[in-house]
């Protein structure tokens, strides 16, 4: 006889979240993690920067036009004779901070307009998607740059100048996930379980409409920096702050004489912003189901 | 006789169409065209019809899930068509619907236990605590086992995810549950298997079904009763054994004849009826029947005058010109 043993129950698939999956693919992304790790350094470097370096940036330390390496100091001094690595350090922490802000901002913006314009449809979306197009064709430096000037130079109004010119892509983009969305049966069923607009909208199609609003808002912090960076090279900013945007402003007048004084900053929004796209592009890859099936 | 559990009054859905010309009147393409219909207590109505003959706008319609034109509806005596906001969200629990394709019909960001315990959470009837428990027992119910209820939809089969759409729509322990062509989209085997759950579960809970199909051997299977449904009318209505022994309108017997089958004295007894042409425009229907452009007995009065729709035996209403008062099919 043979002995039959008994069978052993199938071992059940552990519950993987979605989440693992999406990491997975990430890490397979060589650029996407190397950005990544800069974009980590970039902000430590904001963060711990400042105070591990110890010199004030807005200090006059050595002579002007000091080249980097000389005298002790990494990357020279500016044409008031402040420590160009010091004001580099200080600058991160602004145009990091304003580039986040600015992009919630917009993000919040553009969801809240999308996601009521997509599901609603009708007048509703006629209305919604007019006023964004009137910010869509709107220019957007000249917009805010008149915002700037009116309500004054300040690290919060160039925060909501830069906001407020850059939503419509979010807004866009939340109101076609939206509308694709809306039709899918797992949305009915949610409406005949009795679930009301808010929890429509919030609690079933908002998050299976998130993937690419969150690829968005990361390119967006790249877009908000370079935009910051443009409107202080414009002068239209905190003259007492400094940023990298700012620096490369300020020291403009020498750009013949001494041009690592603009160089440099300008090579630290490159790699931030350089490092962020390739985050973001990661991200577009990770979160899009229909590439990791390949 | 007891009141009807569902009862449907000139039901009408229409919706606009788009892509007119900008200045013109706008078109309009009726749907569901002055449906009624009783579902009584307990019972299976079986609606059944080619594409587009509006029998899963009328079951939309009546779960409130799209925007009728006209018509009363009343479930239990309350007119479902006129409750609002949150009245229609509480009276939710009392019909529930079970959707066509397992595959979209499920929230891929939930987990099975979340997606079941949606209506209570929605609606807000069982507090969380005593939820776990609710969820044990309509797993078993529905034949899925209890360590499966953390897993995602994308992790089941076809099959188990409709068993997932069933156990979701009896959570709030509903009185009428619609069945919009519950089972099309699975294979034969699982379809066997969801339809004797859908069974075993009318048995041991006392559902009322409202059972949308395309499929006549589904239809046979599960339905006391059958609608046919063309172009937004109902053309015959008669209990399973009428319809399926002596069909009267020209259209059920062309649909039964089409019926494949393995008895070989059922091949020889049955004749087919080949319809031609395609169904007239749906914006314009013509004034008459309107199955009169493909009808193998049409005669004249069929294409300008529409028939009524009146029993002609005891239980079997149909609408046809040609079916005398002696009952007997004109083919």
Same mark, same amino acid.
């Given at each position: 006889m043979t002995d039959f043993a008994t069978p052993v129950p199938p071992e059940i698939e552990q519950p993987r979240a979605p989440l693992a999956e999406t990491t997975e693919m990430f890490l397979h992304n060589h650029a996407a993690v190397a950005g990544l790790i800069v974009l980590v350094l970039v902000v430590l470097a904001a963060i711990f920067g400042p105070s591990l370096y110890g010199v004030d940036p807005y200090e006059m330390v050595w002579a002007p036009f000091t080249p980097p390496g000389s005298e002790g100091y990494l990357l020279g001094t500016d044409y008031l004779g402040r420590d160009l690595l010091a004001g580099i350090l200080a600058g991160a922490r602004v145009s990091l901070t304003i580039g986040m802000a600015a992009a919630i901002m917009s993000v919040f913006i553009g969801i809240t307009i999308g996601a009521v314009a997509g599901f609603f449809r009708g007048w509703v979306e006629e209305v919604l998607m007019r006023v964004t197009e009137f910010f869509q064709v709107l220019p957007t430096l000249l917009f805010s740059m008149v915002i700037v000037s009116l309500f004054g130079a300040s690290l919060p109004v160039i925060t909501v100048a830069i906001g407020l010119v850059s939503w419509t892509a979010v807004a866009r983009i939340t109101r076609a996930e939206f509308m694709r969305i809306r039709e899918l049966e797992y949305v009915m069923a949610a409406r005949a379980s009795g679930a009301g607009n808010f929890k429509l909208i919030f609690r079933v199609v908002l998050p299976n409409a998130l993937p690419p609003i969150i690829v968005q808002a990361a390119l967006m912090v790249g877009t908000a920096i370079l935009f910051e960076a443009g409107l202080s090279f414009l002068g239209l900013t905190d003259p007492n702050v400094v940023s990298w945007g700012q620096i490369i402003g300020s020291n403009r007048p020498y750009i013949l004489d001494a041009n690592y004084t603009v160089t440099l900053p300008g090579l630290a929004i490159f790699v931030t912003v350089l490092a962020i796209s390739l985050v973001g592009d990661g991200l577009n890859d990770a979160l899009n189901p229909r590439l990791r099936a390949r | 006789m007891t009141p009807p559990l569902l009862s449907v009054k000139d039901l009408t859905v229409r919706f606009k169409v788009r892509g007119a010309a900008p200045f013109r009147e706008a078109a309009y393409l009726t749907a569901v065209d002055g449906v009624t219909f009783d579902v009584a207590r307990g019972e299976s109505l079986g609606i059944v019809g080619e594409s587009g003959s509006g029998k899963s706008t009328t079951a939309l319609a009546i779960a409130r899930l799209i925007t009728h034109h006209s018509g009363e509806v009343r479930l239990d005596g309350e007119d479902l068509l006129a409750l609002k906001g949150g009245d229609l969200r509480r009276a939710r629990r009392k019909f529930q619907f079970i959707f066509q394709d397992p595959y979209s019909s499920l929230? !891929? =960001?939930?987990r099975a236990a979340e997606i079941v315990t949606e209506p209570l959470a929605s609606i807000g009837l069982v507090p969380k605590g005593d939820r776990r428990k609710l969820v044990d027992d309509l797993f078993e119910a529905v034949g899925l =086992?209890?360590? +499966? +209820?953390?897993? @995602? !939809?994308? +992790? @089941?089969?076809g099959g188990q995810r409709q068993r997932i759409g069933i156990a979701r729509a009896l959570a709030p322990n509903p009185a009428l549950v619609i069945c919009d062509e519950a089972v099309s989209a699975l294979d034969v085997a699982v379809q066997a298997q969801i339809l004797n759950l859908l069974r075993r579960l009318q048995r041991e809970r006392g559902l009322t079904y409202l059972f949308i199909s395309h499929d006549l051997g589904v239809v046979q299977h599960m339905c006391d009763r059958i609608a046919v449904m063309y172009m937004g009318k109902i053309v015959e209505f008669a209990d399973r054994l009428s319809l399926f022994n002596s069909p009267l309108h020209p259209y059920t017997c062309a649909l039964l004849s089409a019926v494949p089958s393995v008895d070989p004295d059922r091949r020889a007894r049955t004749k087919r009826i080949l319809i031609t042409g395609e169904p007239p425009s749906p914006t314009s229907p013509p004034p008459g029947c309107r199955f009169a452009s493909r009808c193998p007995v049409a005669e004249p009065r069929c294409k300008t005058e529409p028939p009524p729709l009146r029993e002609v035996r005891e239980g079997h209403r149909v609408a046809c010109h040609l079916v005398g008062d002696d009952a007997r099919a004109p083919v």
């Amino acid at each position: 006889m043979t002995d039959f043993a008994t069978p052993v129950p199938p071992e059940i698939e552990q519950p993987r979240a979605p989440l693992a999956e999406t990491t997975e693919m990430f890490l397979h992304n060589h650029a996407a993690v190397a950005g990544l790790i800069v974009l980590v350094l970039v902000v430590l470097a904001a963060i711990f920067g400042p105070s591990l370096y110890g010199v004030d940036p807005y200090e006059m330390v050595w002579a002007p036009f000091t080249p980097p390496g000389s005298e002790g100091y990494l990357l020279g001094t500016d044409y008031l004779g402040r420590d160009l690595l010091a004001g580099i350090l200080a600058g991160a922490r602004v145009s990091l901070t304003i580039g986040m802000a600015a992009a919630i901002m917009s993000v919040f913006i553009g969801i809240t307009i999308g996601a009521v314009a997509g599901f609603f449809r009708g007048w509703v979306e006629e209305v919604l998607m007019r006023v964004t197009e009137f910010f869509q064709v709107l220019p957007t430096l000249l917009f805010s740059m008149v915002i700037v000037s009116l309500f004054g130079a300040s690290l919060p109004v160039i925060t909501v100048a830069i906001g407020l010119v850059s939503w419509t892509a979010v807004a866009r983009i939340t109101r076609a996930e939206f509308m694709r969305i809306r039709e899918l049966e797992y949305v009915m069923a949610a409406r005949a379980s009795g679930a009301g607009n808010f929890k429509l909208i919030f609690r079933v199609v908002l998050p299976n409409a998130l993937p690419p609003i969150i690829v968005q808002a990361a390119l967006m912090v790249g877009t908000a920096i370079l935009f910051e960076a443009g409107l202080s090279f414009l002068g239209l900013t905190d003259p007492n702050v400094v940023s990298w945007g700012q620096i490369i402003g300020s020291n403009r007048p020498y750009i013949l004489d001494a041009n690592y004084t603009v160089t440099l900053p300008g090579l630290a929004i490159f790699v931030t912003v350089l490092a962020i796209s390739l985050v973001g592009d990661g991200l577009n890859d990770a979160l899009n189901p229909r590439l990791r099936a390949r | 006789m007891t009141p009807p559990l569902l009862s449907v009054k000139d039901l009408t859905v229409r919706f606009k169409v788009r892509g007119a010309a900008p200045f013109r009147e706008a078109a309009y393409l009726t749907a569901v065209d002055g449906v009624t219909f009783d579902v009584a207590r307990g019972e299976s109505l079986g609606i059944v019809g080619e594409s587009g003959s509006g029998k899963s706008t009328t079951a939309l319609a009546i779960a409130r899930l799209i925007t009728h034109h006209s018509g009363e509806v009343r479930l239990d005596g309350e007119d479902l068509l006129a409750l609002k906001g949150g009245d229609l969200r509480r009276a939710r629990r009392k019909f529930q619907f079970i959707f066509q394709d397992p595959y979209s019909s499920l929230n !891929p =960001r939930r987990r099975a236990a979340e997606i079941v315990t949606e209506p209570l959470a929605s609606i807000g009837l069982v507090p969380k605590g005593d939820r776990r428990k609710l969820v044990d027992d309509l797993f078993e119910a529905v034949g899925l =086992r209890p360590e +499966q +209820q953390n897993l @995602f !939809p994308h +992790q @089941f089969s076809g099959g188990q995810r409709q068993r997932i759409g069933i156990a979701r729509a009896l959570a709030p322990n509903p009185a009428l549950v619609i069945c919009d062509e519950a089972v099309s989209a699975l294979d034969v085997a699982v379809q066997a298997q969801i339809l004797n759950l859908l069974r075993r579960l009318q048995r041991e809970r006392g559902l009322t079904y409202l059972f949308i199909s395309h499929d006549l051997g589904v239809v046979q299977h599960m339905c006391d009763r059958i609608a046919v449904m063309y172009m937004g009318k109902i053309v015959e209505f008669a209990d399973r054994l009428s319809l399926f022994n002596s069909p009267l309108h020209p259209y059920t017997c062309a649909l039964l004849s089409a019926v494949p089958s393995v008895d070989p004295d059922r091949r020889a007894r049955t004749k087919r009826i080949l319809i031609t042409g395609e169904p007239p425009s749906p914006t314009s229907p013509p004034p008459g029947c309107r199955f009169a452009s493909r009808c193998p007995v049409a005669e004249p009065r069929c294409k300008t005058e529409p028939p009524p729709l009146r029993e002609v035996r005891e239980g079997h209403r149909v609408a046809c010109h040609l079916v005398g008062d002696d009952a007997r099919a004109p083919v």
